[in-house]
């Protein structure tokens, strides 16, 4: 398969195409940004509606409360390019950027629970954990993004030959570099899977005096 070769050989050795590209077209840059996203509350669902929110949840248990997102990736590809119909080669300076964000973070605690409770406020604290881990993982993630992009596409332009430069390189954002940054956002689950453990729902179920148990006895029975 035809590939985007980068350039490694040294000035000295450079050929005129390569001559040619490197010191007229540019440098090939990657550019990284994140945006941060604010969240809002909702105590509007019950714990039935947050349950169906979620369809792996153990059988016989209850969410009471949820904080919900999606991360969103977006890469945009230009780039200068010469092409030099001698050696049959172009090139292209690659200019990737690479947006990264979550959409925005809905905190849920179940209605069963009156803002004013002790349980309100035990379901809304476990929850804040969760938000802290998705606004804490993302710098994380820019940084380890930003420097394989800059290892990939930093400095030196891409050759290939006439009229694929552009189609390879889009082939490779496509089929490499969104999965790869994709999968990279998706580490934050493993964090966030980390916090719900057997032993944080055990205590959950026992603070406040029994106080969860109580306030959904009821919601139990009406459901």
Request: proline share 5%; with cysteine.
């Amino acid at each position: 398969m035809l590939s985007l070769l980068a350039s490694s050989v040294s000035a000295q050795t450079r050929t005129s195409l390569q001559a040619r590209c490197e010191d007229t077209i540019g440098e090939s840059i990657s550019v990284l940004s994140t945006r941060g996203q604010g969240y809002r509350i909702d105590n509007t669902r019950s714990f039935y509606d947050l349950t169906r929110l979620m369809p792996s949840v153990r059988r016989g248990s209850w969410v009471l409360g949820l904080t919900h997102t999606e991360a969103r990736v977006r890469i945009k590809v230009d780039g200068r390019m010469l092409i030099d119909p001698a050696t049959g080669y172009e090139c292209v300076a690659p200019r990737i950027d690479v947006s990264l964000d979550y959409a925005p973070i809905v905190v849920y605690v179940s209605r069963e629970f009156p803002p004013a409770s002790c349980a309100y406020r035990e379901v809304l604290a476990h929850e804040m954990r969760h938000l802290t881990t998705y606004q804490t993982f993302m710098p994380k993630a820019e940084a380890t993004v930003r420097a394989r992009l800059a290892a990939r596409f930093g400095g030196k332009p891409l050759y290939a030959p006439i009229g694929q430069a552009r189609g390879l390189l889009q082939r490779e954002i496509d089929r490499s570099w969104m999965p790869y940054i994709k999968g990279e956002m998706a580490k934050v689950e493993v964090l966030q899977a980390a916090i719900d453990t057997p032993q944080e729902y055990a205590r959950l179920g026992k603070v406040c005096a029994g106080e969860v148990q109580s306030l959904l006895r009821p919601a139990r029975r009406n459901g």
